[in-house]
């Protein structure tokens, strides 16, 4: 089973959102990481065959998506980013509407329903309103009825944005549950979601996929280049600055520890460390607005710290 993104482009206003990427896609999980405004979403739609590419195709073992139409479509889950619940239904009857959409039969539905309702945890609230449900049980909800007809392609459109962290480690491990044998192309911005449970990582930058391979074999593109240095708070803030900061630890003499990505050490004394997922994302979009948020989130706190925020600096 392959699924094959070949040259897609999708522009809006002659703008393109998704670039001339080509990938194969096999069963397993494809974590897609990109910044806001990479194209993650744009591309999942196509792959859902919600948004037709403007150049391009997306074959199924060799036949175009846009053909096969609702066979497509019957192989396929969906947990879009901005998933409508309809908060006045029961856990239960929303699975059974979205079952009797995807054309289970009643018996079978119920069955079915059931059945992933107890997989996700949600068996004891079959009978609750949706509106009454927390993000964690929603999204939980979402998987169980993106996997209702066990599709062979299953897409997540940031399905753990806003959960706590130990709702994204049940959700995360439910993802690798419900994976086996099946396409998974999971897209966030979190690191940590996909650096255990993908096979593959997909990166996109504007439109393009810039980087892709196993999340070790990724992150070791970036071996050599993530340093770790203790210099003086002064210092830590011109680093934030200047330079792709992945993290800061200041110390209670006044020293931080510094974590920084580039090509060369950043200070004189400077060792070099295993780099991380997160190094990698961080050094990929360093030149982003918004990137090096380390960084400038570190200078936050040291303005806050003299502010007395956290109690100022001893
Ligand atoms: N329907 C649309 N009309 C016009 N421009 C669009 C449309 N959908 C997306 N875009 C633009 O395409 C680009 C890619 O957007 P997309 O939503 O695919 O990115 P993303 O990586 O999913 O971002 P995010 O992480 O914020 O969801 C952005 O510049 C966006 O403004």
Known sequence: MELSLENL??????????HDVSATLRPGVYGLLGANGAGKTTL?????????????????????????????????????????????????DFMLYMAALKGLDRRAAKLRCAELLEEVGLAAHAKAKVRTFSGGMKQRLGIAQAVINDPAVLVLDEPTAGLDPKERVRFRNLISGFSQDKI?????????????????????????????????????????????????????????????????????????VVRVAADEAPVAGAASVEPTLEDLYLYTFRDDAGAGAAGAAASEVRRDRKSGLFGGRR
Not at 68 to 86: C, H, I, S, V
């Open 9 to 18: 482009t999708k522009r809006f206003a002659e703008k393109p959102a998704v």
């Open 44 to 92: 999942m739609r196509m792959v859902c065959d919600v948004l037709k590419p403007s150049a391009g195709r997306i074959a199924f073992d060799g036949a175009d998506i846009a053909r096969m139409g609702d066979e497509y479509r019957a192989m396929l889950g969906y947990l879009p980013q901005d998933f409508g619940y309809y908060p006045d239904f029961t856990a239960m």
């Open 184 to 256: 998974v192309l999971l897209s966030t911005h979190i690191v940590s979601d996909v650096e255990y449970i993908a096979d593959d990582i997909l990166v996109m930058k504007a439109g393009r996929f810039v980087l892709r391979g196993r999340p070790d074999a990724v992150v070791s593109s970036v071996a050599g280049k993530v340093w770790e240095c203790r210099v003086s708070a002064r210092q830590a803030d011109e680093l934030s600055a200047s330079a792709c900061v992945c993290n800061v630890h200041y110390a209670s003499d006044g020293g931080a």
